[in-house]
């Protein structure tokens, strides 16, 4: 896991945290992290409710792969699985005023969403 640290100023963690956790509980806290953090452009918030947007986008094409006759069911699940892990480990960052990026897709997820 690499750690990126846009958010130095202990400040901006404390400002942001609660917007990150907002932002890993359901889409709704992740729409509501997303209104909050609009206009503050809080950096600790935004690289958490990116990492968020990718691990939600990327459970939803997972669970596409269901319509797969018997096997697609496996996948799904064990992709649900390690999407699950990391969930936590995002969670667990926005909590401890941290900003790993979650392994594998975490650094694709920044670039991806980093007009968010």
């Known amino acids: ?8 100023n ?3 963690v404390q400002e942001g945290r609660t917007t990150a956790i ?16 609009k206009d503050k452009k809080n ?3 935004q690289f958490h ?9 990327l459970s939803f094409v997972g ?7 018997a096997i697609g069911v496996i996948i799904a699940y064990v992709i649900f699985t390690v999407f699950f892990i990391f969930w936590v ?3 667990l960052g926005a909590w401890n005023g941290r ?18």
């Open 63 to 69: 669970g596409l792969l269901q319509i797969i006759p």
């Open 43 to 45: 950096t600790f918030a």
């Open 10 to 12: 202990d400040t901006i």
């Open 22 to 37: 907002v932002s890993y509980i359901t889409l709704v806290g992740l729409i509501v992290a997303y209104v909050m953090n």
């Open 89 to 91: 480990i995002g969670l």
């Open 99 to 116: 900003t790993t990026a979650v392994p594998v897709v975490g650094e694709k997820i920044q670039e991806w969403f980093k007009n968010f």
């Open 49 to 57: 409710i990116r990492q968020n947007i990718g691990l939600f986008i």
């Open 1 to 8: 896991m690499k750690t990126t640290n846009p958010a130095t």
